[in-house]
């Protein structure tokens, strides 16, 4: 088996042993990087890499390694959504509007990652300031999904999740604000992890709809999501939504049955809408639930069907005012004039003029209601888990469909989140996995919700679910 075939743990047991250095890791993961780049038909993955710095970086944590130093992370590759600050490296949130910049400030999360030891090794693409769900929109084109290039990936966080699932790093961080870790993760046939609002930092993350950004985990396993989790969550008082909770070792206690466990169904959720596929490969995972003996319940959440327009009337006027506060966006060093705002690409430029319209004096009820909507699709989860502990859904209601086939539609791309946005205006922790695939070969995702700060039964769900299921190990041959 080849590194860049093996989970986090399974890199960890070998470096530990001796058996493999952080130089033969991170030149296994380069190699698959620069083979990729080299394609016509490349994933586009990356916007940078650095191979020169990350190779120096290795070598010291070889030497970290030889004197005895521990950490789950130390020597492990990861890259990291290019919408996050690195202080000293480029910042581009795939915009055109960001030419040039570099950032002076280093997210708190990617602060935790340096500490536990992680290697950097570069920064990915996404869609225009996290804005999108396919990975079409990035100045830097468009991102392939690994399964098939000719499909996309999800998005937007498409670059952190073609990477993971190409084998090219063993994790990478995302942002999600209404199913950008995910929706990808789902159609890349990854795991992919938003823990509760504020459990990891956003110190550092450029604002996009800042009540439901969140900063989220994508990985080849459950186990690894909950590795990394563990060593990136916990408090900042730099960012004033962070939870003061108390982090536990999330990759323990995983082991077990599901016994114990009560499961929801969401009928709202199983209603007309998903592709065939998708609706047959979820209930054939849920069927080996069944048989393994699991509670399985059927449950409501009467709002579900407001929870489309909620979101898109918040996540617009959210991001219209960050767009047009100072500094924009948040980014630390910038004005209007810095952004140069005229090359923001079309799908920012409708987000920003609806929200504005949104927050405007003549439409003062849309807004409003829309907050008493999310209060109560917030209130109808305290409802469900008053009944039940893990609600089990679709994760998205297609499998990767092919490039450009959505360029002409004239609606938002929001739909393709409808399963996972609910989660956002609640702050919910939610993970999706891998439950079956097409005939055609495409990952069908399903995703698990629980209540706040429950990461650790999220987990403990997913992963029992994950050994249940048994799908095949896929990593794609890059030549």
């Not at 003996?293 to 449950?299: L, N, Q, T």
């Not at 004239?410 to 739909?415: E, I, S, V």
Request: with cysteine; aromatic share 6%.
């Amino acid at each position: 088996m080849q590194p860049y075939q093996m989970s986090i743990r399974e890199l960890r047991c070998r470096l530990d042993a001796r058996e493999l250095s952080a130089g033969e890791i991170f030149a296994a993961c380069m190699e698959r990087i620069l083979t990729d780049q080299a394609r016509q038909d490349s994933l586009n993955a990356f916007i940078e890499v650095w191979p020169e710095e990350a190779a120096r970086q290795a070598a010291e944590q070889d030497r970290r390694i030889a004197v005895g130093e521990a950490s789950p992370l130390l020597g492990i590759p990861l890259a990291y959504k290019d919408n996050l600050h690195l202080a000293g490296r480029g910042l581009s949130c795939a915009s055109r509007s960001m030419e040039g910049y570099r950032a002076r400030i280093t997210a708190g999360v990617l602060e935790k990652a340096i500490t536990a030891g992680a290697l950097l090794i570069g920064r990915t693409n996404l869609d225009e300031f996290a804005i999108g769900s396919t990975g079409e929109s990035s100045c830097f084109g468009a991102v392939r999904n690994p399964h098939d290039r000719a499909r996309v990936p999800g998005g937007s966080s498409s670059g952190s999740a073609a990477a993971v699932a190409a084998g090219m790093v063993p994790a990478a961080l995302g942002s999600d604000t209404g199913g950008s870790v995910r929706q990808p993760a789902s159609l890349c046939g990854i795991v992919g992890v938003k823990p509760t609002y504020g459990r990891i930092s956003r110190y550092g993350l450029v604002a996009g709809a800042s009540s439901m950004d969140h900063l989220g985990i994508l990985a080849r396993t459950v186990e690894d999501a909950a590795l990394v989790l563990t060593q990136l969550a916990g408090y900042d008082a730099r960012d004033g939504s962070s939870g003061r909770q108390a982090v536990p070792a999330y990759s323990e206690g995983l082991d077990g049955d599901l016994r114990g466990i009560r499961f929801g169904l969401p009928a709202e959720y199983f209603a007309d809408g998903m592709e065939p596929e998708v609706a047959s490969g979820l209930a054939a995972a849920i069927d080996v639930l069944r048989r393994e003996g699991a509670d399985i319940r059927e449950i409501h959440l009467p709002h579900f069907g407001s929870a489309l327009s909620v979101y898109a009337i918040i996540a617009g006027a959210e991001t219209g005012a960050a767009c047009m506060g100072k500094p924009p966006f948040g980014i630390e060093g910038t004005d209007n004039g810095d952004l140069n705002a005229e090359r923001l690409g079309a799908g920012v430029r409708k987000r920003v003029a609806f929200g504005i319209r949104m927050r405007d004096p003549a439409y003062p009820d849309i807004y409003r209601q829309a907050e008493k909507l999310r209060w109560s699709i917030t209130q109808d989860f305290d409802e469900a888990f008053r009944q039940i502990d893990v609600i089990l859904t679709p994760t998205s209601p297609v499998c990767a469909f092919p490039l450009r086939a959505k360029e002409d539609d004239p609606l938002p791309p929001y739909p393709a989140d409808v399963f996972t946005l609910s989660a956002n205006l609640a702050g919910l922790p939610a993970l999706s996995l891998p439950c079956a695939y097409s005939r055609g070969g495409l990952p069908v995702g399903m995703q698990l919700i629980t209540a706040p700060y429950a990461e650790h039964l999220l987990f403990r769900a997913a992963h029992r679910i994950e050994r249940l299921l048994a799908l095949p190990a896929w990593i794609p041959v890059i030549t």
